[in-house]
């Protein structure tokens, strides 16, 4: 379990708030999940893999599709901007399925909260 910030903490799953899930949250036609894993590219070559195949290896491009991710997660939240006030009046976050070393929706998730807080272009 990943958490961010101070309790009570928003659960960032499909186990809590699943417009806050990368599995459920969907730009480009697909889920956040699904394209992050398919952008891993392995030692072997391989690429393009179904999320179950490539989810918990790590990837040869690990900077590429972590920054990835994250612009996923903008790309997101700039296309439903009526998440925008649940996300910056959660005093934390939190992914039940999250582990450290992997990329992580809550942490994404208050990191554009902190950038939308702070006046940055998040988008």
Not at 32 to 53: C, P
Not at 54 to 77: C, F, T
Request: charged share 20%; proline share 4%.
């Amino acid at each position: 379990m990943v958490t961010i910030g101070e309790p009570p903490f928003l659960e960032c799953s499909s186990k809590g708030a699943k417009h806050f899930s990368a599995f459920h949250a969907r730009v480009n036609g697909k889920s956040i999940e699904e394209q992050y894993q398919a952008a891993k590219v392995f030692e072997d070559g391989s690429t393009n893999l179904h999320w179950r195949d490539a989810k918990g290896k790590r990837p040869v491009n690990a900077d590429e599709v972590a920054s990835l991710y994250l612009n996923l997660w903008r790309q997101y939240i700039h296309e439903n901007p009526h998440l925008i006030p649940e996300l910056v009046n959660a005093t934390g976050l939190s992914d039940i399925f999250g582990q450290k070393g992997h990329q992580c929706q809550a942490v994404s998730l208050w990191q554009i909260r902190s950038e939308i807080l702070y006046g940055l272009d998040y988008a």
